[in-house]
């Protein structure tokens, strides 16, 4: 749990109560790559962080995959509509490659709302975050070109190239695979 407490440490002090009580309720799960944690129409009953690896989350729309985001380490992830509506998912994540996650269940997630107020601190400023983060993709996919797009996320993810396949990432850049190739030619 030490890149999880020492990025929730740099949001906010965790008093040695909270930090014993997570890990009473934060499971460690290794898992291999191509592991899906999360299927369309099952209701997200756990919320991840990544210790180590690299996911994503995508949505099925006319037989064909569409990526929504890329996590890495140090990262949060979760079906929001799902997990805080406790309802059906529409989307999928998976793992990218071989990953350490830590995990803890919405139940559990109220509770340390509930019984540690700093929590709720770390809390809203993940979900600030995260949001921030929807907005800026939801503003690029209006306003830049593919090509910005592209650069933007190797930006974010400079090793996205070995991580994630072309497809998933024209997906992602909401480009056809042929327009990706073009752009990476010109580079």
Known sequence: MEIFL????QIHPLSTELIEHLSTVVKVLKL????????ERDIAKHIYFIEQGFARCYYMKDGKDITQWFMSTGDAMISVFSFFNQTPSLEYIEL???????CTSYADL?????KFPEFNVIGRVLTEKYYI?????????RSMTAQERYADLLK????I???ASLKHISSYLGIAPETLSRIRAKK
């Open 6 to 9: 020492k990025n929730a440490q």
């Open 32 to 39: 291999s790559n191509g592991h899906i944690l999360l299927k």
């Open 96 to 102: 990218l490659e071989d990953s350490v996650l830590l």
């Open 110 to 114: 109220q509770e340390l709302y509930r």
């Open 133 to 141: 983060l929807s907005e800026e993709r939801a503003i690029a996919l």
């Open 156 to 159: 974010k993810h400079p090793k």
């Open 161 to 163: 190239l070995q991580k």
